[in-house]
């Protein structure tokens, strides 16, 4: 009963294929976020959707594209991969409005590897 | 804007010392800080959380931290740690409305030393 899963957990590729992260969650939020951990361990968001909407839009390129189909889930798309988008990907949840709603729930992140 | 800093990358210790992780964060509005923990390959796991009231804050596996308007700071400590604390540990900030974006630091590697 895995909280906020994402699939896969390892991704190998080459460059410039096109790949994407699934992301679930079954806590009932309304809100999800992505974020890139790269390799000196550094955290930044990427993306953050509520309701389906995208609220947070940091300074991503265009070759990252954001799908939120419901509340539970936001997939990550990736287009013509490049050596620096290897990282690894943390999908995170949250409730706006109400108690605890600052806080935000991670799973277990998407080791991407590009060759 | 927000920011944190975490002045330590590594911090060695031996078991059961004491251990304190330093978190300094700037910002110009009213701020939540929370500190995480990363087990090697594994996803964030929140420790505590600072959101307001007492400056003390007690969060699991026995660790706590206090919050330091004056200082900006939100040092994070734990009496005697075990080899089981070896860890990244990661202190984030957010405004304390809007959206909860947070705005992590760099991390902190704790190693605990048998």
């Known amino acids: 009963d895995t909280a906020v899963s994402q699939t896969p957990k390892y991704l190998v590729t080459q460059m410039g294929n096109d790949k994407s992260i699934k992301c679930e969650q079954n806590l009932g939020h309304d809100t999800m976020y992505w974020y890139k951990q790269d390799s000196k361990k550094f955290l930044k968001i990427m993306f953050s959707y509520n309701n389906k909407e995208l609220i947070i839009n940091e300074t991503v390129p265009n070759r990252f594209s954001p799908k939120s189909p419901d509340k539970a889930h936001l997939n990550l798309h990736i287009n013509s991969l490049e050596l620096g988008d290897s990282a690894v990907y943390f999908c995170?949840?949250?409730?706006?409005?109400?108690?605890?709603?600052?806080?935000?729930?991670f799973g277990p992140g998407t080791r991407l590897l590009v060759l | 804007a927000q920011s944190v800093t975490q002045l330590d990358s590594q911090v060695p210790v031996f078991e059961e010392a004491p251990v304190e992780l330093r978190c300094n964060y700037s910002s110009s509005v009213s701020v939540y800080l929370f500190w995480y923990v990363q087990y090697p390959n594994q996803g964030l796991q929140l420790l505590l959380k600072y959101l307001s009231g007492s400056t003390l804050v007690k969060g699991i596996n026995g660790f706590e931290a206090e919050f330091n308007k004056s200082q900006t700071s939100f040092h994070l400590r734990k009496p005697s740690v075990h080899i089981s604390d070896t860890a990244e540990y990661f202190c984030a900030v957010s405004k304390a409305s809007g959206t909860y974006k947070y705005i992590f630091g760099t991390g902190t590697r704790l190693k605990v030393l048998a």
């Open positions: 995170a949840s949250s409730q706006v409005g109400g108690p605890g709603q600052e806080t935000q729930y």
